[in-house]
T-cell receptor, first 105, second 118 residues
Framework: GIQVEQSPPDLILQEGANSTLRCNFS?????LQWFHQNPWGQLINLFYIPSGTKQNGRLSATTVATERYSLLYISSSQTTDSGVYFC???????FGSGTRLLVRP | DTEVTQTPKHLVMGMTNKKSLKCEQHMGHRAMYWYKQKAKKPPELMFVYSYEKLSINESVPSRFSPECPNSSLLNLHLHALQPEDSALYLC?????????????????FGSGTRLTVV
């Protein structure tokens, strides 16, 4: 089956800093999504991005399908950005292990 | 508020109990899913209902049984659970899915049911 790897596993930022999260996948997919899980467990869909680049406020994502990776950019981070960021691929949503982000005030 | 509603939010049950988790969506999505998430782990798919067809993760034990009364509702019936089944159970729906690997997008998750088996 498809393998999904995320890096880094943990990230601590000072408020206002920028960061890049990476997702590598082992096979071609036509469905890739980024999620944010807040400390209460709610999963929020950030981007559906099988290819190309999208932006939503301080967040943007780029997927290079031919090279099997996706990047999530967080700019001017805020404490509310804390939580776990997952990428997931396929219609059955195979999740990576996540990047745990803590933004300090 | 999420557009996928799960009830209850918390559940404590004994190993001999029978209980049900409920999930409802009113977005017209044709696919609904149950995921199980253990602490500090990613969600894992348990069941998919897509266009009234059920797809099962074969590693899911028979003490979990899904029921899809209609395209807006998805229940998960629990019977004779074990303490290791304690987890966050997440329901999701998507705008489109088929049993291949094409054309899926727009996943929306509920806020989950935190289950403790004692």
């Amino acid at each position: 089956g498809i393998q999904v790897e995320q890096s880094p596993p943990d990230l601590i930022l000072q408020e206002g800093a920028n960061s890049t999260l990476r997702c590598n996948f082992s096979d071609s997919v036509n469905n890739l999504q980024w999620f944010h899980q807040n400390p209460w467990g709610q999963l929020i869909n950030l981007f559906y991005i099988p290819s190309g680049t999208k932006q939503n406020g301080r967040l943007s994502a780029t997927t290079v399908a031919t090279e099997r990776y996706s990047l999530l950019y967080i700019s001017s981070s805020q404490t509310t950005d804390s939580g776990v960021y997952f990428c997931a691929v396929g219609y059955k949503l195979i999740f990576g292990s996540g990047t745990r982000l803590l933004v300090r005030p | 508020d999420t557009e996928v509603t799960q009830t209850p939010k918390h559940l404590v049950m004994g190993m001999t109990n029978k209980k049900s988790l409920k999930c409802e969506q009113h977005m017209g999505h044709r696919a609904m899913y149950w995921y199980k998430q253990k602490a500090k782990k990613p969600p894992e798919l348990m069941f998919v209902y897509s266009y009234e067809k059920l797809s099962i993760n074969e590693s899911v034990p028979s003490r979990f049984s899904p029921e899809c009364p209609n395209s807006s509702l998805l229940n998960l019936h629990l019977h004779a659970l074990q303490p290791e089944d304690s987890a966050l159970y997440l329901c999701a729906s998507s705008q489109h899915a088929n049993l291949g690997d094409r054309g899926v997008y727009g996943y929306t998750f509920g806020s989950g049911t935190r289950l403790t088996v004692v």
